[in-house]
């Protein structure tokens, strides 16, 4: 079965530094993983995907990932926080990824806080 | 272009009682997705809809239910309200299937049970 870890639940970062959420997951077949952000009491926004192709994918708001085979890592970084990055971020694979219907697994999320 | 809308916003209900919460997708978008969001278990899936029919069911018991109809929109219900049914619930459309395309959510329903 398809699962996601993030490894901390709170990162802290002053604004201008290096942003890095980490993100493992496990999945029985090449997987589909995603980035969503959730700003308070909104619903979740895609950051990025990686489907199959380019292992480096560059979403949103100057965020990118890459995607490693050999470390089953997908991590989220941003050269550049800024003050308004600060929300929860989660992680996601595809239960299904290659089927229709398939659901989105979620990591527990990750709290990014940005201090000026 | 409208994003994925969902009614009401927020909602209060007592135990025992059971509630209908509606999603309307992105036009053109035909696969449904239904999330429940609580902080002691984060994002859990409960249902998709394609179509009209459900591909693809999460462990929830029975009193958790929804359907699609032909113009796309969806509707959960939960029966018999809980406590623990209080959360944030998340609808989902999508293009395509098996995430090619990605999830676009909607702004969700807050639920609470008294």
């Known amino acids: 079965a398809q699962s996601v870890t993030q490894l901390g639940s709170h990162v802290s970062v002053s604004e201008g530094a290096l942003v890095l959420l980490r993100c493992n997951y496990s999945?029985?077949?090449?997987?589909?993983l995603f980035w969503y952000v959730q700003y308070p009491n909104q619903g979740l926004q895609l950051l990025l995907k990686?489907?199959?192709?380019?292992?480096l994918v560059k979403g949103i708001n100057g965020f990118e990932a890459e995607f490693k085979k050999s470390e089953t890592s997908f991590h989220l970084t941003k050269p550049s926080a800024h003050m308004s990055d600060a929300a929860e971020y989660f992680c996601?694979?595809?239960?299904?990824?290659?089927?229709?219907?398939?659901?989105?697994?979620f990591g527990k999320g990750t709290t990014l806080s940005v201090s000026s | 272009k409208a994003g994925v809308t969902q009614t009401p916003r927020y909602l209060i209900k007592t135990r025992g009682q059971q509630v209908t919460l509606s999603c309307s997708p992105i036009?053109?978008?035909?696969?449904v997705s239904w999330y429940q969001q609580t902080p002691g278990q984060g994002l859990q899936f409960l249902f998709e809809?394609?179509?009209?029919?459900?591909?693809n069911k999460g462990n929830f018991p029975g009193r958790f239910s929804g359907r699609q109809f032909s113009n796309s929109r969806s509707e959960m219900n939960v029966s018999t309200l809980e406590l623990g049914d209080s959360a944030l619930y998340l609808c989902?459309?999508?293009?395509?299937?098996?995430?090619?395309?990605?999830?676009?959510f909607g702004s969700g329903t807050r639920l609470t049970v008294v």
């Open positions: 809809y394609f179509s009209e029919t459900q591909r």
């Open positions: 999945s029985s077949v090449p997987p589909y």
């Open positions: 996601a694979v595809s239960d299904l990824p290659h089927q229709a219907g398939t659901a989105l697994i």
């Open positions: 036009s053109g978008h035909r696969s």
């Open positions: 990686y489907t199959t192709g380019a292992t």
């Open positions: 989902a459309s999508s293009a395509g299937t098996g995430g090619d395309y990605g999830y676009t």
